[in-house]
């Protein structure tokens, strides 16, 4: 006699029932299951010879092996489009149907590597697959017709050459669509679905490598997955009404007594018996199971996870049925994950008991100051509740207490679950722990909660001059904060940000502030820097960070020479060049590697100033450029001359807009 599993999943469990313990005929969970490195799924084979379970996974454009259990043994890439697979009879292959890139790929099967690839033609989307003797046998979506045309088709691995049904031998027309079902046990029959003209069902016998028509059905629903039986005799159907069509026959007829879902994988043991499954249930059904009798022999629940399309595979000559799942599909989205469950498995041994938290009703995850917070977590696992009277230690975490309070250990009832009462006595982010050591085969699990208690906003401020004021290079300032009311906490930090990554920021002061809340640093500018204050907050005080900018100059000076003489021309400074001697321009900038002076150049003209020139030069390490004013100026052309340093153009942006004061020359003969 087996025990059976409860029905339900740990995160379900608001509101659950007690576990299930009965005989064969009520429901059991998986034996086993494990979460699968996939990212969609495609279809499904089982490899008995060497104990592996081959799956596809379109999204991904792979192929993944794992053992018995869900453990991956191996995975294949770079398989754009993989679709539906298909399992030699001596298990030495696998082969798979790849729709975008037109090809059939053999993959050997120990080790799991691509065997050979074979193009099918750029005209042919192949949609699944079937290996017979020693041809593969493939359907595909044939582009040259309109987009309702489909067909089967023979490649002879050892040429490539394909061989194509025709059509007009047998009268039946496939869509765009159809896939094939093959059994092992019995290659040469091959049952197809996806076809039109009222005859969704039909069945081939391709041994002989022309398909001969041995069973059609009509006026009925194909689904999305078939299977043969292993003697041939069968061809089943799983969708919205899941047939069985017998071999030879021109009758389907239903294979369930009715059908109020839409079934969407099937398959067959050695033995004629099938399972068939739809949401989170899987049944098992005798071969003699058909319209008029709907006993079932099995029932299995997969919990919160529901049963992927063609997502069933029965182990050839064995006990096993391996199913794959995705997380939440039956609410009618996309699975981020996939589940990969081991049913009716009679070698299994019974797995420590994986505990997990979940939360019931409670006061939320945000409280008032000074008010109680109500937590209820509850433990669970697959098989059930934790035991009554568990213990649970409770500990609470805030920024009083960042190591831990205990609150103490609590004992949890016969749903598993504690109801703790706490009033939080900080504000912020306010978490509680809640542990459950070993106990048994109970493995040891830990939950987290979080409940956010607002604080009181904290005011900081810097002058609001510092962002509209530029300052000279060399300027010492007071860097002054000022912190408003807070609860406990009264230290500020101030900090310095010089512009440029060789510079990183520095602590100017750390301390309380005065009795007005304030806090200063004196602070040397020579380049454009960013100034915070800090404040970490308190119990009650939220953490505050103020900012702003000080655009800072560079020195910037120009110097004429070779000039015979000084003198004003109004109250302007003006050197004195003979029409023989060209100026010298020497030109000063902090210095900055790779930094270059803007040299302005103006003219005296037409009662103003007019640009003459303006160059860029990139200053020496020592922040100097030099070079001679040549110029076919006349005697009395008035002059002037400056330095300058535009960020981003000056090689770097340490620093804000500069303007040197003007220089002023002319000529004499």
């Not at 754009?80 to 890139?101: F, K, M, N, Q």
């Not at 002989?208 to 999305?224: D, H």
């Not at 997380?327 to 019974?350: A, C, K, W």
């Not at 009033?423 to 979080?450: H, L, N, S």
Request: cysteine-free; glycine content about 10%; proline content about 6%.
């Amino acid at each position: 006699m087996r025990i059976l599993r409860s029905v339900f999943a740990a995160s379900v469990l608001i509101g659950a029932t007690a576990a299930v313990v009965g005989t064969a005929a009520g429901p059991a969970s998986a034996d086993t299951f494990t979460d699968l490195s996939i990212g969609s799924f495609g279809d499904i084979v089982v490899d008995p010879v060497r104990k592996r379970v081959f799956i596809s996974d379109p999204k991904a454009g792979a192929v993944v092996a794992t053992d018995y259990r869900g453990k991956q043994v191996g995975r294949i890439s770079g398989l754009a489009g993989v679709r539906r697979l298909a399992i030699s009879a001596d298990s030495s292959r696998v082969y798979a149907a790849l729709y975008g890139e037109h090809e059939i790929v053999s993959i050997a099967t120990g080790p799991v590597t691509v065997a050979d690839r074979h193009p099918v033609g750029a005209d042919r989307w192949p949609t699944s697959v079937a290996p017979v003797g020693d041809k593969i046998w493939f359907s595909f979506a044939d582009a040259t017709h309109d987009s309702a045309n489909g067909n089967l088709a023979a490649l002879d691995p050892a040429t490539d050459v394909i061989t194509e049904r025709d059509e007009s031998a047998d009268g039946i027309h496939l869509d765009r669509l159809p896939d094939i079902y093959a059994n092992p046990a019995n290659p040469g029959l091959l049952g197809v679905t996806g076809l039109l003209n009222n005859t969704p069902l039909a069945v081939f016998d391709v041994s002989s490598g022309v398909p001969e028509l041995k069973a059609r059905g009509s006026n009925f629903v194909s689904g999305e997955d078939g299977a043969m039986t292993a003697d041939g005799t069968q061809f089943l159907t799983a969708g919205r009404y899941p047939v069985r069509l017998a071999v030879p026959g021109d009758t389907a007829v239903p294979l369930l007594d009715s059908s109020s879902a839409d079934y969407n994988a099937v398959d067959t043991a050695a033995d004629g018996r099938y399972t068939i499954g739809v949401g989170d249930r899987v049944w098992i059904y005798p071969a003699r199971a058909g319209a008029g009798w709907a006993g079932y022999e099995q029932l299995f629940e997969l919990g919160d996870w529901a049963l992927a399309a063609r997502g069933l595979a029965w182990q050839p000559g064995g006990t096993h049925i391996f199913a794959v799942a995705g997380e939440e599909m039956r609410l009618g989205g996309t699975p981020s994950r996939f589940r990969f469950f081991t049913l009716n498995d009679p070698d299994s041994e019974i797995p420590d008991r994986v505990v997990r938290v979940n939360y019931s009703g409670g006061s939320g995850d945000t409280a008032r100051r000074g008010e109680p917070v109500t937590i209820n977590p509850f433990f669970a696992a697959n098989e059930g509740y934790v035991p009554t009277g568990s213990d649970i230690t409770v500990t609470r975490f805030d920024t009083a207490s960042p190591k831990g309070r205990s609150l103490g250990i609590w004992k949890t009832d016969s749903r598993g679950q504690i109801s703790v009462t706490d009033i939080p006595p900080v504000g912020g982010d306010v978490r509680y722990r809640f542990d459950f050591a070993r106990y048994g085969r109970w493995m040891a699990a830990t939950g987290e909660y979080t409940v956010h208690v607002p604080r009181n906003e904290t005011q900081l401020e810097l002058p609001e001059e510092y962002d509209f004021t530029e300052y000279a290079y060399g300027t010492t300032i007071d860097v002054v904060a000022t912190l408003g009311p807070t609860y406990q906490n009264r230290i500020v930090e101030l900090w310095a940000d010089p512009y440029g990554s060789d510079q990183p920021a520095r602590l100017l002061k750390k301390g309380a502030v005065d009795g007005k809340g304030r806090i200063s640093a004196k602070l040397r500018l020579t380049r454009t820097t960013v100034v915070s204050a800090r404040f970490a907050g308190d119990t009650w005080s939220t953490p505050v960070t103020f900012t702003s900018t000080l655009p800072t100059k560079v020195a910037a000076s120009t110097k004429l020479s070779r000039h015979h003489k000084t003198a004003k021309i109004g109250k302007t400074t003006y050197r004195y060049f003979r029409k023989s001697k060209n100026p010298l321009i020497t030109q000063t900038m902090t210095a900055n590697p790779g930094r270059k002076v803007r040299t302005t150049i103006q003219v005296w003209s037409g009662g103003e100033w007019k640009l003459w020139s303006a160059r860029y030069t990139k200053l020496s390490s020592a922040g100097k450029a030099s070079f001679t004013f040549v110029t076919g100026a006349k005697v009395g052309k008035k002059f002037r001359v400056r330095a300058e340093y535009v960020p981003g153009k000056s090689g770097d942006s340490r620093n804000t807009d500069t303007a040197g004061s003007w220089s002023y020359f002319t000529y004499t003969k």
